[in-house]
Structures are given as structure tokens and as C-alpha cells.
């Protein structure tokens, strides 16, 4: 009998991943590969790969030093042939295997691949499922079934229920609410002191790392200096427990406020480690409720910080999966606009605009209003190309993958799913970034003026949106009272407002 060959993938750097479970240290081949197709289908942030390849190797050294007989290809070494596929048919020669486990890839691009390997190098290939994530894709296709829309509320509620998390004695939602979203919406004082980000310094094999990223990424986009990602499990627990600590209390309260220079708020940071499998979803749930038991953090804190974990990651997930491939392909609005330079510059009079997009540039982070409120906003209201925006979001943040970030984006920020995710489009004018906010001081542009030159453009691109997309948007039972107020503005205002959009929609 030949070899079994344990093929890891970037996302899946988990001692308790399935492909590894029976994986015998003596017989078994642990395979990993840095690979140019991985790194290039989109041009990832310089940061996103710098991690991804650190925390690969670590994760390989891990390994190795538990026994296990593991064949890890760089990126730069020898006659790497750059994809998956081919690098898998080299070790396959090398170790003569005929046999390759692997877990459910978190990509539907890469499950074809892993599909096609079986016919193509004449090979079994056994594929796991991914049980890092708390809900299975054949349970929520199961909970979707018969719906007539899919409200992320009811299936965080079963998620509750399942895993009985937050649940009282009697079967209940802990403090007898399911959601405590209203107390979470406060703006951030200004006397509030922010606990300092959990950072780490790079080792050897992170130094050499960047000294690759530094010379085969140049031109992708991002600041890959400073560098201060956790890059190992150790590492991303201390992270997460710093959080915990130090974050978590706050969370809540602070979860929907921006502030000029402070990306990190009282954010957990964690999705990067948490979506490579540094870190799984299970033991961050388990601290959180734990926070709560042990007085330490309030019910809306903790409540809301699970909700994003258990409801939010898992329901996304279960969208990806159940609507794809044809999700990838939606666009409701038909919205095509190029997406403009400031994009990857930050090179832009609106100051909020400005703001996010620069921190996503040093960081590969922002947090999920500036996501959802700020460039999300921007995207929909100008109605921006929804494969270029779903490129854009793929490429610059740290935590993207395509199951996470296509749903955020194509049905979260774009609604170009028609209503499958969201039941109303996330749109906002200036006025709710300047409540949540301090961006509007700063600016260029005037929060309080709706029409003119120096008017905020999201004020009349909110409007220009409703007006432009009437047709799709007007039956909406949450947007009647909107257009029922659109209806009754002066026509002259109403043309100038058009007016004013098609102008800044023109020059960008
Ligand atoms: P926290 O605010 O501390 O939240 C805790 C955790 O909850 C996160 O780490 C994440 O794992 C989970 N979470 C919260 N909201 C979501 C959500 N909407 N979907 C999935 N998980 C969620 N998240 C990604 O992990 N990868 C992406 O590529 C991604 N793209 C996004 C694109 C858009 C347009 C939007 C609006 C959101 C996106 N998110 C994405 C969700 C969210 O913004 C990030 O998970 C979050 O900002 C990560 O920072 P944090 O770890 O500090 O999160
Ligand atoms: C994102 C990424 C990058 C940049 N590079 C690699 C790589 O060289 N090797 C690898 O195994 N994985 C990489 N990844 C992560 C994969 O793209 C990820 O596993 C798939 O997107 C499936 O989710
Ligand atoms: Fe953004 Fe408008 Fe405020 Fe300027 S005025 S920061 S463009 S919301």
C-alpha cells in the first residue's frame, strides 16, 4: 500500500483539523506549499501574504517537532511549479503516495481543484469536513430549506439553542433578551483611554519572510513595515486573551464608533488567526461566556461579541456555500462603475473615506463599520462594480477569504443578491458617519450641507441611490417611509440633488 499524503492549506494551520486526525507520524506525508497561484489570483496586501506565509512555516516547524514527517515547499525553492495541482503531482513522485486526505478548502475555486485530482493524478482523494465551524453546510442548508428569507436573528437564535450558549436555566436567552444591540451603538468620548493593540515581534523565520515578501510583492498593495501580526497559535492566544481582558468589557458599547487615528477600538483583531485556524471558533466562545459568568464583561458585550462569532461568521459561511457558485455572479443594481484610484491611494477629499482606506493600507485591517458604513456605504451609493469591489475587499484585508468576504460584500454592502442576506440595502447618508464619528471635522466637505459644492457626497448620493434604483427598491416594506419622504421633497431640490450626483459620480 502506498503513502498517504496530508495535504494543509494556507487557511486550515490547525493541530485538530481533520486531515490530521488519524495522521500516523511514522507512515504519513504532512504536505504544504506556498505557491505564485495562491498569492496572485487576486494581488493580496503585502501584510495578508506575509502572515499567511509566516504562520504556514511556523505552523510546519509545529509539526515537525511533534513527530511528524512533514514536506513543506517554499515559495522561492527550486523548480516550484507554482499551483496547487502541480505541486501536488511533484510530491506525490517524490513520496510515491497514491493516497491524499484533505479538509473541505474554504474556497469554492480551490474545492473544484481538489475535485479535479482524482481523475487528473489517478490518485484517491478523501476530503474531510471542515468541524472547525460550529454549524455544518448541510445543517444550514436544512434551516434554510422552505424559508422565505434567511434572517441572520432566527439562525444565531438556533445557534444559541444548539450549542447552548448565553442560554438561562429554563431554555432562555440569558437576561431574557436575544440581542442587546441597542445598548451597542454609543459614539466613542473623547476622554476614553484605548487599551494598547496586542503586538509581536518578528523572529528569524517571520524576518526572513518579509525579506521575500519585500522582493517577489513589490508591487502589490499595502505597507508590509511596521510588521506585528501573531504568527502563531501561541501567539493568537495571547491575543485573544488580551482581548479578553483588556477589550471585551467595551465591545459592546463601542462596537459601531469610528475615530480619526485609532483604528483598533475596542475590536477583538482576531479574525485573521481566527480564519487561518490559529485560533478556532469554539475556545473563543468559551472565554467570552466565561468573561460574562465570571462578572467581568456585561451581558451586551459579550452577547454581542458571540453574536458576531456564532451568528454573524457561521451564517456567512452558510450563505457562501449555499448559494454558490451562482452568488459570485450576482448584481441586482447592475451597478459597473470602475472603482476609483483613492481606492488604492486614500488620495481623496472625503476625509472618512480617506481615513479608512489609509488604516487598511498600513494594516490590512479595518474594523466592520468602516467596512459596512464607511467603504461599503461609498461602493453601493455610487454604485460601483461589484466584481471590482469584491476584488478589492479580497485583496486588502488580512482575514479575506472568499467564503467570508463574498457574502459580505456581493449581499452585506452591495445587496446585488437582491435581498438574499440583507433585508434592506445598508444605506446611510453623512449624517450617521458623523454621529458615529469624528471623520466630519476633518473634512474638506460639509456634513450639514445636502446639495452644493461643498455638500458631503453621501448626502446626495443616498438620495440619488433610492431615486436611481425606485423601481427595485420601492416595494421594500423598511424603505416606504423613506421614499414616502422622497416623494414629498421640492422638485427643485430633487433635481439638484440629482444633479449634484451625477456631477461627482462623473468626475471620480
Ligand atoms: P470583531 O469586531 O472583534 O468581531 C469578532 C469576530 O466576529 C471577527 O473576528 C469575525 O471573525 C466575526 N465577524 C464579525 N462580523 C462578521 C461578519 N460580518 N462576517 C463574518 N465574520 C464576522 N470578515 C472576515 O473575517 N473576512 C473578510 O474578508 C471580511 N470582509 C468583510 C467585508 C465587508 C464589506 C464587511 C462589511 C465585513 C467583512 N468582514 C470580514 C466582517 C468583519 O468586518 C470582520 O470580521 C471584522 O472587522 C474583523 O475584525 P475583528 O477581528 O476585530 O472583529
Ligand atoms: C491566501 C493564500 C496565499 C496568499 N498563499 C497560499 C499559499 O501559498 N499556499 C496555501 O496553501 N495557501 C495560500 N493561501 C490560502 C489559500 O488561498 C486558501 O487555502 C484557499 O483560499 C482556500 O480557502
Ligand atoms: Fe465623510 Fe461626508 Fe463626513 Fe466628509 S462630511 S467625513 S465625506 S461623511
Known amino acids: 500500500m502506498g503513502k498517504t499524503l496530508r495535504f494543509i492549506l494556507g487557511d486550515q494551520l490547525s493541530h485538530k483539523i481533520s486531515s490530521l486526525k488519524d495522521a500516523d507520524p511514522n507512515k504519513d506525508i504532512i504536505f504544504m506549499c506556498e505557491v505564485w497561484d495562491?498569492?496572485?489570483?487576486?494581488?493580496?496586501?503585502?501584510?495578508?501574504?506575509?502572515?499567511?506565509?509566516?504562520?504556514?512555516?511556523?505552523?510546519?516547524?509545529?509539526?515537525?517537532?511533534?513527530?511528524?514527517?512533514?514536506?513543506?515547499?517554499?515559495?522561492?525553492?527550486?523548480?516550484?511549479?507554482?499551483?496547487?495541482?502541480?505541486?501536488?503531482?511533484?510530491?506525490?513522485?517524490?513520496?510515491?503516495a497514491e493516497e491524499v486526505i484533505i479538509t473541505f478548502p474554504g474556497e469554492y475555486r480551490v474545492l473544484e481543484e481538489v475535485k479535479s485530482w482524482s481523475e487528473k493524478l489517478g490518485i484517491y482523494v478523501g476530503i474531510r469536513d471542515d468541524d472547525r465551524f460550529l454549524s455544518t453546510r448541510e445543517e444550514f442548508a436544512e434551516w434554510a430549506e422552505g424559508r422565505k428569507g434567511l434572517t441572520m436573528e432566527y439562525f444565531y437564535r438556533e445557534m444559541r439553542r444548539k450549542h447552548d450558549i448565553l442560554m438561562d436555566k429554563n431554555?432562555?436567552?440569558?437576561?431574557?433578551?436575544?440581542?442587546?444591540?441597542?445598548?451597542n451603538r454609543e459614539p466613542l468620548p473623547d476622554s476614553i483611554e484605548l487599551p494598547v493593540k496586542t503586538m509581536f515581534q518578528a523572529d528569524d523565520i517571520t524576518e526572513n519572510v518579509l525579506r521575500l515578501v519585500e522582493k517577489k510583492f513589490n508591487d502589490h498593495f499595502g505597507d508590509l513595515y511596521p510588521f506585528n501580526f501573531a504568527v502563531t497559535r501561541a501567539e493568537a492566544l495571547r491575543a485573544l486573551n488580551r482581548f479578553i481582558e483588556e477589550r471585551l468589557p467595551c465591545f459592546g458599547?463601542?462596537?459601531?464608533?469610528?475615530?480619526?487615528?485609532?483604528?483598533?477600538?475596542?475590536?477583538?483583531?482576531?479574525?485573521?488567526?481566527?480564519?487561518?485556524?490559529?485560533?478556532?471558533?469554539?475556545?473563543?466562545?468559551?472565554?467570552?461566556?466565561?468573561?460574562?459568568?465570571?462578572?467581568?464583561?456585561?451581558?451586551?458585550?459579550?452577547?454581542?461579541?458571540?453574536?458576531?462569532?456564532?451568528?454573524?461568521?457561521e451564517f456567512i459561511r452558510g450563505m457562501y456555500w449555499h448559494f454558490m457558485p451562482d452568488y459570485e455572479h450576482k448584481n441586482f443594481f447592475h451597478a459597473q462603475r470602475k472603482l476609483p484610484d483613492f481606492f488604492w491611494d486614500a488620495n481623496t477629499k472625503m476625509n472618512c473615506m480617506k481615513q479608512c482606506i489609509k488604516e487598511t493600507k498600513e494594516n490590512a485591517y479595518a474594523h466592520h463599520i468602516q467596512r459596512l458604513m464607511v467603504i461599503g456605504n461609498f461602493c453601493l451609493?455610487?454604485?460601483?462594480?461589484?466584481?471590482?469591489?469584491?476584488?478589492?475587499?479580497?485583496?486588502?484585508?488580512?482575514?479575506?477569504?472568499?467564503?467570508?468576504?463574498?457574502?459580505?460584500?456581493?449581499?452585506?454592502?452591495?445587496?446585488?443578491?437582491?435581498?438574499?442576506?440583507?433585508?434592506?440595502?445598508?444605506?446611510?447618508s453623512g449624517s450617521y458617519i458623523n454621529k458615529m464619528s469624528d471623520y466630519c471635522k476633518n473634512c474638506e466637505y460639509?456634513?450639514?450641507?445636502?446639495?452644493?459644492?461643498?455638500?458631503?457626497?453621501?448626502?446626495?448620493?443616498?438620495?440619488?441611490?433610492l431615486d436611481r434604483n425606485e423601481k427595485k427598491l420601492k416595494s421594500n416594506h423598511r424603505l416606504s417611509m423613506i421614499y414616502k419622504s422622497w416623494e414629498k421633497r421640492d422638485s427643485g431640490i430633487k433635481k439638484t440633488i440629482k444633479e449634484d450626483a451625477a456631477k461627482f459620480l462623473e468626475d471620480l
Open 446 to 465: 460639509k456634513v450639514t450641507e445636502k446639495t452644493g459644492e461643498d455638500a458631503c457626497p453621501f448626502n446626495y448620493l443616498y438620495w440619488d441611490f
Open 381 to 428: 451609493l455610487a454604485g460601483l462594480s461589484v466584481e471590482e469591489v469584491n476584488e478589492w475587499y479580497l485583496i486588502v484585508y488580512a482575514d479575506a477569504y472568499q467564503w467570508v468576504e463574498l457574502p459580505n460584500v456581493t449581499g452585506m454592502i452591495l445587496y446585488a443578491d437582491g435581498g438574499l442576506l440583507a433585508s434592506k440595502p445598508y444605506a446611510a
Open 38 to 96: 495562491e498569492t496572485r489570483y487576486v494581488k493580496h496586501h503585502k501584510k495578508k501574504i506575509a502572515f499567511l506565509f509566516s504562520a504556514m512555516r511556523h505552523f510546519a516547524n509545529e509539526l515537525k517537532s511533534k513527530g511528524y514527517n512533514v514536506d513543506y515547499v517554499q515559495l522561492d525553492e527550486d523548480g516550484n511549479t507554482g499551483s496547487f495541482t502541480s505541486e501536488l503531482e511533484r510530491a506525490l513522485k517524490r513520496h510515491k
Open 253 to 313: 458599547k463601542y462596537q459601531d464608533a469610528m475615530k480619526e487615528g485609532k483604528p483598533f477600538l475596542f475590536h477583538s483583531h482576531i479574525s485573521a488567526y481566527l480564519n487561518s485556524g490559529l485560533l478556532t471558533p469554539d475556545e473563543i466562545l468559551e472565554k467570552a461566556e466565561k468573561a460574562y459568568k465570571d462578572g467581568h464583561a456585561p451581558l451586551n458585550a459579550v452577547e454581542g461579541f458571540i453574536r458576531q462569532v456564532l451568528g454573524w461568521r
Open 171 to 183: 431554555g432562555g436567552p440569558e437576561g431574557g433578551e436575544w440581542n442587546y444591540d441597542k445598548q
